[in-house]
């Protein structure tokens, strides 16, 4: 069965700070892994997804994570954090029928 | 755009009632999805549905039954609700049946509460 764990239910940066947002995998087959982020009373929406093409993918609003096998990593990163980034951000994983797991979450705050 | 409404923002039911959760997609698409969210344990799947009347069991179906007459709408039903199940409720869809990669896009959630 596939799986994610997300390292770290809360981090703290400063403005201009670099965010990394850390996600492990599990899978028995090849995977494909989608950020998705989570403002204040919203649903979730889709930052970035990586599905075997390029291993370094790049999303919106800054955004990207590289797919590192040998690590079965998917980490999250932005050079430098906003005010406006701060949110709940979730890692997952599906498989080819798009049968999704997601992590725990991570709460993402931002320090003026 | 895709939208996906859910039909309640917030709801307040008693022990024992039958609740009915609604989500409406308008982009056609195959797959319709429910999550109850948590927090600490993040997103879990109750049900899903690649095609019309056609449902699985996610990985806590307990407690729950699901409805997809049309394709557009996906229901929720909680058959008698118990304080256990007060959470809020996550509604998705993505377009091509059982495709791996396809996004999926996600309702603004109903927040239940049970009393």
């Known amino acids: 069965a596939q799986s994610v764990t997300q390292l770290g239910s809360h981090v703290s940066v400063s403005e201009g700070a670099l965010v990394l947002l850390r996600c492990n995998y599990s899978?028995?087959?090849?995977?494909?892994l989608f950020w998705y982020v989570q403002y204040p009373n919203q649903g979730l929406q889709l930052l970035l997804k990586?599905?075997?093409?390029?291993?370094l993918v790049k999303g919106i609003n800054g955004f990207e994570a590289e797919f590192k096998k040998s690590e079965t990593s998917f980490h999250l990163t932005k050079p430098s954090a906003h005010m406006s980034d701060a949110a709940e951000y979730f890692c997952?994983?599906?498989?080819?029928?798009?049968?999704?797991?997601f992590g725990a979450g991570t709460r993402l705050t931002v320090k003026p | 755009d895709v939208k996906v409404t859910q039909s309640s923002r917030y709801l307040v039911k008693r022990t024992g009632e039958k609740v009915f959760l609604e989500c409406v997609q308008d982009m056609d698409h195959e797959n319709m999805f429910w999550y109850r969210q948590d927090p600490g344990l993040g997103l879990r799947l109750i049900y899903f549905s690649y095609d019309v009347k056609m449902k699985e069991k996610g990985d806590i179906p307990e407690g729950y039954s699901v409805s997809r007459e049309k394709k557009e709408r996906f229901s929720l039903i909680l058959e008698s609700a118990s304080t256990n199940q007060t959470s809020m409720y996550l509604c998705?869809?993505?377009?091509?049946?059982?495709?791996?990669?396809?996004?999926?896009?996600f309702g603004p959630g109903t927040r239940l509460t049970v009393l």
């Open positions: 998705a869809s993505s377009f091509r049946r059982r495709a791996g990669t396809d996004t999926q896009y």
């Open positions: 899978s028995s087959v090849p995977p494909y």
């Open positions: 990586y599905t075997s093409a390029a291993t």
């Open positions: 997952a994983v599906s498989d080819r029928l798009n049968d999704m797991r």
